[in-house]
């Protein structure tokens, strides 16, 4: 892929040609010296050596590269930034693995057009690329005449892990996400049709809808695997999702999992992690609501979970946590509407964490976390998405577990990797949006929404990461002076909504008796 030849010493002889001929157009930087060159934290092969010895970057009326760090600067992420696009809208990135430099890659997320573009394999030949365009009088960057899809890292690692990986390609590439994220899309950058190649991306969060904090997202972007793939990142903060994500699969046996998971950590962390017991079958028959098979595998064998950091679940009815504010328990819907886990406290406040049931099927979905103290919740309408199931909330808590038993601090670690537990605490914002939006749509259950009071503002949550927080208030058409008349699920929670006091009802005073949900 990397090869040392007459092109990349013809592009700095043309270059410095240049450079003596266009004086005002073109400034070459002083190269480096083997020294300095050694003394880099990434391999300099002598391809990319024979260039930077004679310029260190260079300068036109339109762009600045840089081909080292200077001073303190350092690479970081498996690759070098060479220098800006777009007036530093973009950025043009190299990779700097132990076998070569490459490929150059120019990431523009930004605006209503995202580009992502991989101009060459290698340095020398993109340097060689930009010299002829130089020569020729061309400013605007190559577009590309190539196109290849971004991958969910999500689906490519749980493709791999079903086997569905037909070679040994896609099981490197598997590897190189790990467990995958949700956020996060891959390119594989080995055997791309040609150059340069545009890449069918865009990131997960969208600036067309108007949030308090509007334009705090970025893009991370990495080149990892010494040149195979990029990674782009998408960090959701101050704007609202774009489009759904691949989630992590939920196992079919994800209680069974779960219950032996949880046992096991009981058992090598019995400092960290203790279970209570569970109850009998009978006991959950005279329970308010029907409990499904694969919540009884748990009910049977663990009855409350306490994990250092955490707060504890108490997965039976009665704990003294599940007290709720009676004219709370009614903006949640009610009896047999949710089951509480959990009282979450951060800071001054407190949450509630449940399982949100559908009373018409009897059918246990999504655990959320909503704000425990009625008049905020009144005033700041919002929650937490925090699993699909029960077992799913508790085989993120084992996996978390494991890791925090790793290392030092295991309480620590566990209360800083889940800060999410409490709603608005720095996950993505899927947008709330009035429900009026759905009038003509196909989907059953964004269709059935429609019949929501005027001013109801709703968020699908099946294709929204996990953690995700639903703001509610921070939709741009949720009236400032607008208060929550009660919190609607739907499907046990697949879709969310609030439903806003009519402007011309008064709002009534808050209850403070409590009762034992």
Request: charge should be negative.
């Amino acid at each position: 892929m990397y090869h040392a030849g007459p092109s990349a010493v013809d592009a700095v002889r043309a270059l410095k040609e240049l450079a003596r001929e266009r004086p005002d157009e073109l400034e070459l930087f002083e190269g480096f010296t083997d020294a300095e060159l050694d003394g880099w934290t990434v391999a300099v092969p002598e391809e990319v050596r024979g260039v930077l010895r004679e310029i260190g970057g260079l300068e036109t009326d339109d762009h600045e590269y840089r081909f080292g760090p200077r001073g303190r600067e350092v690479f970081t992420d498996g690759c070098w930034t060479l220098g800006d696009t777009d007036f530093g809208e973009g950025s043009l990135i190299v990779g700097v693995g132990a076998t070569g430099w490459g490929p150059v890659v120019a990431v523009n997320p930004w605006g209503s057009d995202p580009d992502v573009t991989v101009e060459a394999p290698d340095f020398t030949t993109w340097l060689t690329a930009f010299t002829e365009r130089l020569a020729d009088g061309v400013a605007d960057r190559p577009r590309g005449t190539f196109s290849v899809p971004a991958t969910s890292t999500v689906a490519l690692a749980e493709a791999d892990h079903a086997g569905g990986a037909g070679n040994g390609g896609d099981r490197e590439l598997a590897a190189l996400v790990g467990r995958g994220d949700p956020l996060t899309d891959l390119v594989d950058l080995h055997g791309l049709p040609g150059y340069p190649c545009s890449v069918d991306w865009e990131p997960y969060f969208s600036t067309f809808h108007n949030t308090a904090d509007t334009g705090s997202s970025e893009v991370q972007f990495q080149i990892v695997g010494e040149g195979r793939a990029l990674l782009l990142r998408s960090v959701v903060s101050g704007d609202f999702l774009g489009r759904a994500v691949r989630r992590h699969r939920v196992p079919a046996d994800a209680a069974r999992r779960a219950v032996a998971e949880l046992r096991e950590l009981a058992d090598s962390c019995p400092d960290s992690v203790a279970l209570e017991a569970g109850c009998a079958e009978s006991e959950m028959d005279g329970w308010s609501v029907p409990v499904p098979e694969d919540l009884r595998t748990v009910f049977r064998e663990i009855g409350g979970v306490a994990i250092a950091g955490l707060p504890t679940l108490r997965l039976l009815p009665g704990a003294p946590e599940h007290a709720v504010d009676p004219e709370l328990h009614r903006m949640l819907g009610g009896d047999g509407s949710y089951w509480p886990l959990a009282r979450i406290v951060h800071g001054r406040g407190h949450a509630l964490a449940q399982v949100r049931i559908d009373p018409a099927t009897g059918r246990w979905g999504y655990v959320v976390s909503v704000p425990g103290d009625g008049e905020s919740l009144r005033t700041y309408p919002e929650l937490a998405l925090l699993a699909e199931s029960l077992p799913d909330l508790l085989l993120t808590f084992t996996r978390l577990a494991r890791r925090a038993a790793a290392g030092p601090d295991f309480a620590a670690r566990m209360a800083r990797d889940t800060r999410w537990l409490f709603p608005n605490t720095g996950e993505p914002w899927p947008r709330p949006a009035p429900v009026g939006e759905w009038a003509d749509s196909a989907d059953p259950l964004l269709a059935a929404a429609t019949e929501l009071p005027d001013g109801t503002h709703a968020a699908d949550l099946r294709a929204v990461p996990i953690p995700s927080d639903l703001c509610f208030y921070r939709a741009a058409g949720w009236p400032y002076a607008a208060r929550l008349e009660r919190l609607h699920f739907a499907a046990a929670g697949m879709l969310a909504a609030a439903v806003p006091v009519p402007m011309s009802v008064p709002v009534p005073a808050p209850v403070n008796v409590p009762v034992v949900g």
